[in-house]
């Protein structure tokens, strides 16, 4: 509005959908073979974390510029189901823990946010067997960035040492007050072990957001058959089936992350 009237305008493009997480779920991967698709316009960065980080606004904007320009130049745009997809793997946990890096109780809840945003939002959750996902992020996460040297160096012990501390602690808090509240007061000394605690973070999602705008699947399932979860994530996301030579290259290429 404060603009001039003489200013170029162009079209700035919020993501209508979003792959939650969980991180160490195969939401790369899920992610990688979904941008193959055509009518899913490229962005900047796969997972740029704008709503548990604290990132300007119009930094995440600038993110989808270029598919936007393609998409605001197409003659056909209006015809065509083209989206945005942010897949930012800390979103589903960081539901309760504050809004846009802030990390003081928030009387309004990061889903809660989303909803009053973008009410029409779609969401893909990707959740695997809690006790898998959790050596997978030690194993990530310290080999990559060494976040967990206080353990021991990279090994299966050291992750055992890891693992009782973070469930001692969690136990010890959840003795004294609710097993959500502990998820969230504990996610910085365990953030890993909350990971997989879906069911402190899911109530507050399903309470913003109705059943159907919702797909969750399993990483175990999507390992075993993807082409039927690569079917069923394009149909949620109103995404036409692609040709044959397209979809055998979704389903061909290598595992991603």
Request: glycine content about 6%; overall charge positive.
């Amino acid at each position: 509005a404060s603009a001039p009237a003489s200013a170029p305008t162009e079209l700035c493009c919020l993501p209508a959908a979003h792959v939650l997480g969980v991180s160490k779920c195969g939401t790369t991967d899920l992610y990688a073979r979904l941008a193959l698709h055509p009518h899913l316009l490229p962005s900047e960065n796969k997972g740029p974390h704008f709503w548990d980080e604290s990132h300007p606004f119009g930094w995440y904007l600038r993110l989808y510029a270029k598919g936007a320009s393609r998409l605001s130049a197409a003659a056909e745009a209006r015809r065509r189901s083209d989206l945005f997809l942010d897949a930012s793997s800390n979103t589903f946990t960081w539901s309760g823990i504050g809004v846009r890096g802030r990390r003081h109780p928030q009387p309004v809840l990061l889903p809660h946010v989303l909803a009053w945003l973008q009410p029409q939002l779609q969401l893909l959750l990707v959740l695997r067997e809690p006790g898998r996902r959790y050596f997978s992020a030690y194993w990530y996460y310290h080999k990559r960035y060494g976040i967990y040297r206080a353990f021991g160096p990279l090994s299966a012990a050291s992750f055992d040492r890891m693992a009782r501390h973070e469930t001692a602690a969690f136990e010890d808090c959840a003795a004294r007050s609710a097993e959500r509240r502990c998820a969230r007061t504990l996610f910085d000394g365990g953030q890993q072990l909350v990971k997989g605690l879906y069911a402190a973070s899911l109530p507050d999602w399903l309470g913003a957001f109705p059943p159907h705008q919702f797909l969750i699947l399993r990483l175990e399932d999507y390992e075993r058959r993807p082409a039927p979860h690569l079917r069923a994530a394009l149909a949620f996301l109103g995404l036409a089936p692609p040709r044959r030579a397209l979809w055998q290259r979704m389903l061909a290429q290598p595992r991603a992350n």
